[in-house]
């Protein structure tokens, strides 16, 4: 199987040591658990993420593991917000909602990509925060590189202006629109509604609350050739949409967790299995803050230097 820019064969994920739902995101986050915490949370995100790297290295996929070992960023597990990477050698740095999420912006990470992975330039959109301007990487955005379209729901934390900027500069086209639950309340983040592999996508599309832009958005996906996995308000809800396709040893891999597997229909496991082997990771201690696989996923498509 010849490789896809859509499926990236190595990745940077962040081993959390101070894992705790953070208040700071909570207000616009439908997602995260508002019951009482278990008092080993910490230690059970560290056990989840420590077998989640490994299932994904046992499958070939080359894993950069970085130590969040800051009390001050609890959602430091969750790298692909902050940053992203893209063919050519280009690198994006991106401007968070959150104060304590703009801590996990790191220079060790910027330079293991640059003695790594030949990188031409670095753009960082962080100084867009004190205008309140935000745009948090690849959940914000779900990013179509073969055909380069940015798929982004209308919330604060995808800011029209910044995407704007994000899409001129990295070559992609925007495609905005809302979306939002049965009562009401805006999806905060791109990547909990769709994926995008290299044959398939996943979307929640009855989410999507304008029913023109709506049909724009499935026919843009189906002009790609791709075929449509619609998922249900209630698959998006058990992180259904929050799936990442990679690339292994001898085949493309999607990455999600336990809690979205069990909630596919075979006909949807079928489909996607079709172009893709399916590998779910049990990490609901982590989800309670959120976020599921594909947050915890930073995807590299740079060319190894070595």
Avoid at 258 to 280: H, K, V, Y
Wanted: net charge negative; proline share 6%; hydrophobic share 45%.
């Amino acid at each position: 199987m010849r490789p896809s820019v859509q499926a990236p064969a190595a990745v940077v994920m962040v081993r959390p040591h101070h894992f705790t739902v953070n208040t700071e995101t909570a207000a616009d986050n439908a997602f995260q658990a508002k019951a009482d915490l278990p008092a080993d949370i910490a230690a059970r995100a560290f056990d989840e993420h420590a077998a989640a790297v490994a299932a994904l290295e046992d499958m070939g996929v080359r894993v950069h593991v970085f130590d969040g070992d800051n009390p001050a960023t609890p959602d430091c597990v969750f790298p692909n917000n902050w940053f992203s990477t893209h063919a050519g050698g280009h690198v994006a740095i991106y401007p968070m909602k959150a104060p304590n999420r703009r801590l996990e912006r790191r220079a060790d990470v910027i330079e293991m990509l640059k003695a790594r992975y030949r990188v031409q330039d670095v753009i960082d959109y962080s100084g867009l925060e004190p205008d309140g301007l935000f745009l948090e990487g690849t959940g914000a955005m779900v990013l179509d590189h073969i055909d380069r379209v940015a798929y982004a729901v209308q919330s604060d934390r995808t800011n029209p202006v910044a995407l704007e900027r994000f899409c001129t500069h990295f070559n992609f086209e925007p495609m905005v629109f809302p979306a939002a639950d049965s009562a009401g309340v805006p999806i905060y983040h791109t990547n909990v509604l769709m994926c995008i592999g290299t044959d398939f996508a996943m979307i929640g599309a009855s989410m999507i609350t304008d029913a023109a832009r709506r049909d724009e958005i499935l026919a843009r996906l189906r002009q790609s050739g791709r075929d449509l996995v619609e998922l249900t308000e209630d698959q998006i809800a058990q992180f259904a949409g929050n799936a990442i396709e990679l690339q292994g040893t001898d085949r493309r891999i999607l990455a999600l967790s336990s809690t979205a597997f069990a909630a596919l229909r075979p006909d949807q496991i079928a489909m996607i299995e079709q172009s893709a082997t399916i590998l779910p990771l049990t990490i609901p201690t982590i989800e309670m803050a959120g976020g599921s696989v594909r947050c915890t996923i930073a995807g590299i498509h740079l060319s190894p230097r070595f």
